[in-house]
Every structure is written in structure tokens, then in C-alpha cells.
């Protein structure tokens, strides 16, 4: 028998060659429990060939007539997961010292990521008090003795690691019933398990081109990885684009670190952007919607001399004024032209590049977003490609997607929401993406999806708003996942969305200078009204705000927050230790964040704080709708008050001054005056534009 199972074993260690890091973390002198992720078939067999011989594995009865030839090698018990003793079963095997290896998932998985956990293994951890250690499984999901074909490309011979995580224990709580400890306990390996799962494919130094170069390894060179209204591209010609339009943009940008893209969502961005990467010069992303002044800061603030741009984006975008402004300070490099002079052997040279798989050369892997916001002049966010990585990887440790989804993505890449969920990410994870160059356009939207067969959606409120009214009900059946962020997502669209299509809108929160994901509502974890948890890897405190009880200034700190800012005249500031978000916020009990206001979104009326955002949302509950935008103005009895815009000319003060009284809200929330505008000002992200309204106020409404 021993010489079976060391044959058995040299085989699959040979064939697999997996890596276990961490295995010293496991203490097995006393008991204790292992809780691995379940990826495939072969979990436990290779976790008996790589734990102690001490560790007791639970099985599955129906999985133990199956393996029953593996098990005759490993100590293991067999349990029905339907009968209630099972649990006192593996309660007495602890308590009777030994160390119980089991699946907490109770189910390999269908997703390609966390599943629920089944509730019996924190009952367990709870009841013993024993250590728990964490085992993430990857690489597995991609052999074929997965549970994902048609999901993912699998493979015979795919790279496998083992790690161990951070062990924990449990503590009971005898303020909680047993019922509510044991949801605590449940949660908290599931967090664990993410937190591993984030940990364990974390990279450092990272250049988003090699990573590229890598999803096409594991998905295949003939993938369709990207499209737009006009082309689509696979990853074979989307590398040999990048070959080719790097080797001619070398030598132009030689002692140019910077440069402009001054692009719409499309194949063409993604390329350029990539190639970018490989030769090692930083792309500056411009916001196609700002003026000649403002692009002119943008582009003295990050020292930039020479912009990319499409003279077909440029006609049909009817911005020739635009670079008729930049022309006179600025190089402009139309990607038409670059197209035209390649010659045969400049094709030739970028498919042996594809063909020998070169990797970017470059050491200074970054990429600058520029800020909008009250400043006289913009910020540059300089995010390196670590930043935006470890982002990616935040986010598919707690959503499951799989190369069966389609991304559609109208966001534009000078939006971080736009750039990283909706375009790098898909790219770096094998995921179809659909780029669509105006988040504006919502009938076209909405038919473009049903079309496309969409399955995840990114926007904020006001593109979700106009997608929703201008859908067919059955536009949105295939949608998986809908996702919003950049501002408050109102409760009458997410009411729309849920009545007209049956789709939740998961809500985010996020920031330009963290990449900008920081906290996200999932199926596994979704608390409505909430922008959810924070990312794994992310750490948070609450700093206190003077004259504000409830809450206080969020700070955060991980791997995806920004490596500094480009401050116009000034040059580089490096981030300090934690990130200051502006962000009023409220944690509960299980860590969902609730975003109170903007601190620089108050006003000062006779000494008191009144949030902007709060009037904005109680007149939204009076009237029914969300067009309204509230800013401050200069009161000279009161020192400010609260002017409030709307788009509905029926509304009146009077109805929300009654409504406020009925409800017993202060008096202190009713807005001074109320003023009806045509539409409120948008910015290119599709945020309110409130430095346009306090402009329009200045001016006296010219």
C-alpha cells in the first residue's frame, strides 16, 4: 500500500507541481481547523499528498464512494451534510485533539470564485475555539477536473499554489444569540477566504502589458477580447497592434516620460494605452469633455508636450476647436498618420515580437488621471500599475465573473471606474469587453446591450437613470451584474431598475486616487442603501469631524491607493501613509460603509453643519424624483444658505417646507430659495457639475 501511494503521489506532485506556501503557519500539536477553498475535484486528493498525515479530512459520503480508493491513504470521516449529527460527529473528532481538514464552501465551485459557506463550519470554529487556517487553492479552477468548463479555458497541465493564510480564531460573543453568532462566524471565514484569495494573487512591480501577455496564454490567442462600433479584436492581433504602435511611438517619445491621450472608448484607446505600457512612457488620460483651458492645466500640471489623438474621433466629435487651442503649445500625433507609415518590416518586426512573447522593458510603470473637483487647477492622480492590479484583483476576489461574461462598458478611460473596471480589468482577466465611446447616449445604450448579450454594466445613477427610462423591459435579461458608482445611487432608479428589468444595482464607492474601487456591495455580501464593504486588502479608520456625532472622515490605506499627486506648479507629492477621502461615513456592526456627505458638501448655517446631500435627498422623498442639486451661497444675516436647483417647474418651496415640518426634520435643512434649471450640469463622468451651478449663481444665471 505504501508503495501505491508513492507512486500515486509522484505522480500527481509531477504532474501538477504544485507550490505550498505558508505551511508552516500550520500548528497541528493541538487541534485546529483547515478550511480550504473548492476548486475542483482534486483539492482534497493533492492537499492529502502536501498537509501532515496528522490532519483528518471530512468528506462527503456521496464524494467518498467516489475517491474511496485515495481515501484507504488518509485518516478521514465521512459525514451526510443532511443529517443533523453530523455536526456532534466533528465536534467529538476535535475535541478529541485532532485537526479537521474541510471544505467550508461544501461544494466545489460553479463560479470560479467564493461560494456561500455552509454554515456548519462556523458553528464549529465558534464552539471549539479552535485556530483556524485558511488554504487558498489556485490554478486548479483551470484543470479539467474543474466544475467551469465552457466558463474557463482549462487545461492539463495548469500552474498550482497553495497558500496559507492568516490563521484566526473565534471568539463567542454572549451579547448575541447563538443564531446571530453563528452568522458572525460564517461571515468572518468567508472574509478570510477572500482576503486570502486577493493575498495569494497579489503580484508587485507589476506592468499591465505582461499581464496581458499572460491572459492570452491562459485564454487562448484567438480569444475575442474587445470590441467597439466599429472592430473587434482578439488577443493575437491586439498584442501585435501593441508591438507595432510602441516600436513606432519609441523613438517620437524619446525623453518624453509624459504624454497626452486625448481618445473615446475604443480598440484604438486600449491599444494605445497598452503600448504605452510596454515601451515605458506614462500616458496622461484627458478628459475629451473639458475645455481648452482646463485640458492646457491638465497638460501644464503633468508637464506633458505631445498628445495621441484619432482625427476621425476629433471630426466626429466636432472638437476641432479643442485642438485648434492645443495646437499652438502642443505636438498633437494623430494615430491615423502612425497607421499609414508602417512599412512591411515594421509589421514584420512586431509579429516576432509576438512570436518571442517580449515583455515590457520598463521600470516606471505608471499612468496619470487628472481630478475634477473645486480646485483652480486639476490634480494629476499617478497611479501605478501595482495600483491598478491590485484593484482588479480586489474586485474578482468578491464577484464572481468568468470568460462566459461580457462586459459593456460606455464609461469613458479618463473616469477610473471607466479605466479599471470597465476596460482593464476585463482585458486582464479574459473577459469579452464592449467599448462604447458616450455613457450619453441611453437608447442607443440599452439596444446595444440586449445586442451585445451583456452580462455586467458599470454607471452611475444618471447614466442608470437614463438607460432605465429609455430601455425595453426585456433589454437587460441577460445582465449578471449591474454595478454603480461615482455618486449616490437614488432610490427611485434603483427602485426603476428592480420593478421594470428584476435587476439589483450592486453600489460602489471609490475614489480616482484608489484605482478606484475601495468598497462594493456582492451577492455574498449586498446591503442595500450601503456602498458595501471594504475591498480585501484595504485597511480603514474614521477620523472625527467637528461638529459631527455620527461618523467622521474616512482614511484608508492598501495596495491600490495612489502612488502621489502632480500638483500644478508644485510637481510631485508623494501620498502620505493614509488616504483622506473627503467622505463623511458611517460603519455598522458588519462593516458595510454608508456615505453621509462630501465634508467639503456642508454648510455653516448659524453655526450648525447642514449636509448638502441630505436636503438634496429629503426633497428627492417629497417629490418623488431625483433632479435636484443643492449648493451654498453667501447669506450675510447667517453667513450661508442652501440654494436648491430643480428640473421640475410643479415643485414648490412651500410643499418641501411643509413636508420637512411634518417629518420633524430641523428647520435648519429647508433651503433658503429654490431655482428651476432646464438640466442639471453634468461632468464627463456623469456626476452633478456643482462648480458649473455655483458659476451659474456668480454670474447671474448668464
Same mark, same amino acid.
Given at each position: +500500500?505504501?508503495?501505491?501511494?508513492?507512486?500515486?503521489?509522484?505522480?500527481?506532485?509531477?504532474?501538477?507541481?504544485?507550490?505550498?506556501?505558508? %505551511?508552516?503557519?500550520?500548528?497541528?500539536?493541538?487541534?485546529?481547523?483547515?478550511?480550504?477553498?473548492?476548486?475542483?475535484?482534486? @483539492?482534497?486528493?493533492?492537499?492529502?499528498?502536501?498537509?501532515?498525515?496528522?490532519?483528518?479530512?471530512?468528506?462527503?459520503?456521496?464524494?467518498?464512494?467516489?475517491?474511496?480508493?485515495?481515501?484507504?491513504?488518509?485518516?478521514?470521516?465521512?459525514?451526510?451534510?443532511?443529517?443533523?449529527?453530523?455536526?456532534?460527529?466533528?465536534? #467529538?473528532?476535535?475535541?478529541?485533539?485532532?485537526?479537521?481538514?474541510?471544505?467550508?464552501?461544501?461544494?466545489?465551485?460553479?463560479?470560479?470564485?467564493?461560494?456561500?459557506?455552509?454554515?456548519? $463550519?462556523?458553528?464549529?470554529?465558534?464552539?471549539?475555539?479552535?485556530?483556524?487556517?485558511?488554504?487558498?487553492? !489556485?490554478?486548479?479552477?483551470?484543470?479539467?477536473?474543474?466544475?467551469?468548463?465552457?466558463?474557463?479555458?482549462?487545461?492539463?497541465?495548469?500552474?498550482?499554489?497553495?497558500?496559507?493564510?492568516?490563521?484566526?480564531?473565534?471568539? #463567542?460573543?454572549?451579547?448575541?444569540?447563538?443564531?446571530?453568532?453563528?452568522?458572525?462566524?460564517?461571515?468572518?471565514?468567508?472574509?478570510?477566504?477572500?482576503?486570502?484569495?486577493?493575498?495569494?494573487?497579489?503580484?508587485?512591480?507589476?506592468?499591465?502589458?505582461?499581464?496581458?501577455?499572460?491572459?492570452?496564454?491562459?485564454?487562448?490567442?484567438?480569444?475575442?477580447?474587445?470590441?467597439?462600433?466599429?472592430?473587434?479584436?482578439?488577443?493575437?492581433?491586439?498584442?501585435?497592434?501593441?508591438?507595432?504602435?510602441?516600436?513606432? %511611438?519609441?523613438?517620437?517619445?524619446?525623453?518624453?516620460? $509624459?504624454?497626452?491621450?486625448?481618445?473615446?472608448?475604443?480598440?484604438?484607446?486600449?491599444?494605445?494605452?497598452?503600448?504605452?505600457?510596454?515601451?515605458?512612457?506614462?500616458?496622461?488620460?484627458?478628459?475629451? &469633455?473639458?475645455?481648452?483651458?482646463?485640458?492646457?492645466?491638465?497638460?501644464?500640471?503633468?508637464?506633458?508636450?505631445?498628445?495621441?489623438?484619432?482625427?476621425?474621433?476629433?471630426?466626429?466629435?466636432?472638437?476641432?476647436?479643442?485642438?485648434?487651442?492645443?495646437?499652438?503649445? +502642443?505636438?498633437?500625433?494623430?494615430?491615423?498618420?502612425?497607421?499609414?507609415?508602417?512599412?512591411?518590416?515594421?509589421?514584420?518586426?512586431?509579429?516576432?515580437?509576438?512570436?518571442?512573447?517580449?515583455?515590457?522593458?520598463?521600470?516606471?510603470?505608471? %499612468?496619470?488621471?487628472?481630478?475634477?473637483?473645486?480646485?483652480?487647477?486639476?490634480?494629476?492622480?499617478?497611479?501605478?500599475?501595482? !495600483?491598478?492590479?491590485?484593484?482588479?484583483?480586489?474586485?474578482?476576489?468578491?464577484? @464572481?465573473?468568468?470568460?462566459?461574461?461580457?462586459?459593456?462598458?460606455?464609461?469613458?478611460?479618463?473616469?477610473?471606474?471607466?479605466?479599471?473596471?470597465?476596460?482593464?480589468?476585463?482585458?486582464?482577466?479574459?473577459?469579452?469587453?464592449?467599448?462604447?465611446? &458616450?455613457?450619453?447616449?441611453?437608447?442607443?445604450? &440599452?439596444?446595444?446591450?440586449?445586442?451585445?448579450?451583456?452580462?455586467?454594466?458599470?454607471?452611475?445613477?444618471?447614466?442608470?437613470?437614463?438607460?432605465?427610462?429609455?430601455?425595453?423591459?426585456?433589454?437587460?435579461?441577460?445582465?449578471?451584474?449591474?454595478?454603480?458608482?461615482?455618486?449616490?445611487?437614488?432610490?427611485? $432608479?434603483?427602485?426603476?431598475? +428592480?420593478?421594470?428589468?428584476?435587476?439589483?444595482?450592486?453600489?460602489?464607492?471609490?475614489?480616482?486616487?484608489?484605482?478606484?474601487?475601495?468598497?462594493?456591495?456582492?451577492?455574498?455580501?449586498?446591503?442595500?442603501?450601503?456602498?458595501?464593504?471594504?475591498?480585501?486588502?484595504?485597511?480603514?479608520?474614521?477620523?472625527?469631524?467637528?461638529?459631527?456625532?455620527?461618523?467622521?472622515?474616512?482614511?484608508?490605506?492598501?495596495? !491600490?491607493?495612489?502612488?502621489?499627486?502632480?500638483?500644478?506648479?508644485?510637481?510631485?507629492?508623494?501620498?502620505?501613509?493614509?488616504?483622506?477621502?473627503?467622505?463623511?461615513?458611517?460603519?455598522?456592526?458588519?462593516?458595510?460603509?454608508?456615505?453621509?456627505?462630501?465634508?467639503?458638501?456642508?454648510?455653516?448655517?448659524?453655526?450648525?453643519?447642514?449636509?448638502?446631500?441630505?436636503?438634496?435627498?429629503?426633497?428627492?422623498?417629497?417629490?418623488?424624483?431625483?433632479?435636484?442639486?443643492?449648493?451654498?451661497?453667501?447669506?450675510?444675516?447667517?453667513?450661508?444658505?442652501?440654494?436648491?436647483?430643480?428640473?421640475?417647474?410643479?415643485?414648490?418651496?412651500?410643499?418641501?417646507?411643509?413636508?420637512?415640518?411634518?417629518?420633524?426634520?430641523?428647520?435648519?435643512?429647508?433651503?433658503?430659495?429654490?431655482?428651476?434649471?432646464?438640466?442639471?450640469?453634468?461632468?464627463?463622468?456623469?456626476?452633478?457639475?456643482?462648480?458649473?451651478?455655483?458659476?451659474?449663481?456668480?454670474?447671474?444665471?448668464?
Amino acid at each position: +500500500m505504501a508503495l501505491i501511494y508513492s507512486f500515486l503521489k509522484s505522480i500527481l506532485m509531477l504532474w501538477f507541481r504544485p507550490r505550498v506556501l505558508g %505551511l508552516s503557519k500550520i500548528d497541528l500539536s493541538k487541534p485546529s481547523l483547515i478550511t480550504p477553498n473548492h476548486v475542483s475535484l482534486l @483539492d482534497a486528493v493533492l492537499l492529502s499528498f502536501c498537509l501532515p498525515k496528522e490532519a483528518t479530512f471530512v468528506v462527503n459520503t456521496e464524494i467518498a464512494k467516489r475517491f474511496a480508493f485515495f481515501l484507504r491513504f488518509r485518516k478521514h470521516i465521512a459525514i451526510d451534510p443532511l443529517n443533523p449529527y453530523s455536526i456532534r460527529h466533528m465536534l #467529538r473528532v476535535i475535541r478529541n485533539g485532532q485537526t479537521l481538514v474541510i471544505f467550508p464552501e461544501g461544494r466545489i465551485t460553479t463560479t470560479g470564485g467564493i461560494m456561500k459557506i455552509y454554515s456548519g $463550519v462556523g458553528y464549529l470554529a465558534l464552539r471549539t475555539g479552535v485556530t483556524v487556517y485558511p488554504i487558498i487553492i !489556485n490554478g486548479l479552477e483551470r484543470s479539467i477536473f474543474s466544475y467551469l468548463k465552457g466558463k474557463l479555458k482549462l487545461s492539463w497541465f495548469p500552474d498550482v499554489t497553495m497558500t496559507v493564510g492568516t490563521p484566526f480564531t473565534i471568539e #463567542r460573543d454572549p451579547n448575541l444569540s447563538m443564531r446571530e453568532q453563528k452568522a458572525t462566524a460564517n461571515d468572518r471565514i468567508l472574509r478570510t477566504l477572500q482576503e486570502g484569495l486577493f493575498e495569494s494573487r497579489m503580484k508587485q512591480n507589476v506592468n499591465l502589458f505582461d499581464e496581458v501577455l499572460e491572459a492570452a496564454r491562459l485564454n487562448g490567442a484567438k480569444m475575442e477580447i474587445a470590441k467597439d462600433l466599429t472592430s473587434a479584436i482578439d488577443y493575437k492581433t491586439l498584442l501585435i497592434g501593441c508591438y507595432l504602435l510602441g516600436n513606432k %511611438l519609441q523613438q517620437m517619445l524619446l525623453g518624453k516620460p $509624459v504624454v497626452g491621450v486625448f481618445l473615446p472608448n475604443s480598440v484604438g484607446h486600449l491599444v494605445t494605452l497598452l503600448s504605452l505600457f510596454r515601451i515605458g512612457a506614462t500616458p496622461a488620460i484627458l478628459n475629451f &469633455s473639458l475645455g481648452i483651458r482646463s485640458l492646457l492645466d491638465c497638460c501644464e500640471t503633468a508637464h506633458i508636450d505631445t498628445i495621441l489623438t484619432s482625427r476621425v474621433f476629433i471630426e466626429k466629435g466636432k472638437l476641432e476647436h479643442i485642438i485648434a487651442g492645443l495646437s499652438p503649445s +502642443m505636438k498633437i500625433i494623430y494615430l491615423e498618420d502612425l497607421k499609414a507609415s508602417a512599412t512591411a518590416f515594421d509589421k514584420v518586426s512586431a509579429l516576432f515580437s509576438y512570436l518571442r512573447k517580449k515583455k515590457a522593458s520598463a521600470a516606471n510603470n505608471e %499612468l496619470i488621471l487628472f481630478t475634477s473637483g473645486s480646485e483652480s487647477k486639476p490634480k494629476g492622480v499617478i497611479l501605478t500599475h501595482t !495600483n491598478l492590479y491590485a484593484n482588479i484583483q480586489q474586485v474578482t476576489s468578491v464577484i @464572481d465573473i468568468t470568460s462566459r461574461d461580457k462586459f459593456f462598458n460606455a464609461l469613458p478611460m479618463f473616469h477610473s471606474f471607466g479605466l479599471t473596471a470597465g476596460t482593464l480589468l476585463p482585458v486582464v482577466k479574459g473577459i469579452p469587453v464592449y467599448l462604447y465611446p &458616450s455613457p450619453l447616449h441611453y437608447k442607443a445604450i &440599452s439596444e446595444l446591450v440586449y445586442d451585445q448579450n451583456a452580462t455586467i454594466l458599470f454607471g452611475t445613477s444618471t447614466f442608470m437613470a437614463g438607460y432605465g427610462r429609455m430601455a425595453h423591459p426585456y433589454n437587460f435579461y441577460t445582465l449578471r451584474y449591474v454595478f454603480a458608482g461615482a455618486e449616490k445611487l437614488k432610490d427611485d $432608479v434603483r427602485k426603476l431598475w +428592480m420593478e421594470k428589468f428584476g435587476v439589483r444595482i450592486f453600489e460602489g464607492y471609490g475614489a480616482t486616487e484608489t484605482a478606484p474601487i475601495l468598497s462594493l456591495n456582492t451577492p455574498l455580501a449586498n446591503k442595500p442603501g450601503t456602498v458595501g464593504r471594504l475591498m480585501p486588502g484595504m485597511s480603514a479608520k474614521l477620523e472625527p469631524v467637528e461638529g459631527i456625532d455620527a461618523g467622521g472622515e474616512l482614511l484608508v490605506k492598501g495596495p !491600490n491607493v495612489m502612488k502621489g499627486y502632480m500638483i500644478h506648479g508644485k510637481g510631485f507629492v508623494p501620498a502620505e501613509e493614509w488616504y483622506h477621502t473627503g467622505d463623511l461615513v458611517t460603519a455598522d456592526k458588519d462593516g458595510f460603509l454608508s456615505i453621509q456627505s462630501r465634508l467639503k458638501r456642508f454648510a455653516k448655517i448659524g453655526g450648525e453643519m447642514v449636509s448638502l446631500n441630505l436636503v438634496e435627498e429629503l426633497a428627492m422623498q417629497c417629490f418623488g424624483h431625483s433632479g435636484f442639486a443643492a449648493i451654498t451661497v453667501n447669506d450675510p444675516r447667517k453667513g450661508e444658505r442652501v440654494l436648491l436647483f430643480t428640473t421640475d417647474e410643479s415643485v414648490q418651496l412651500s410643499q418641501l417646507r411643509a413636508y420637512l415640518t411634518e417629518k420633524q426634520y430641523s428647520p435648519l435643512l429647508i433651503p433658503g430659495t429654490m431655482q428651476v434649471i432646464k438640466a442639471l450640469p453634468l461632468l464627463g463622468s456623469g456626476k452633478t457639475d456643482y462648480v458649473s451651478l455655483k458659476q451659474l449663481v456668480e454670474t447671474g444665471g448668464k
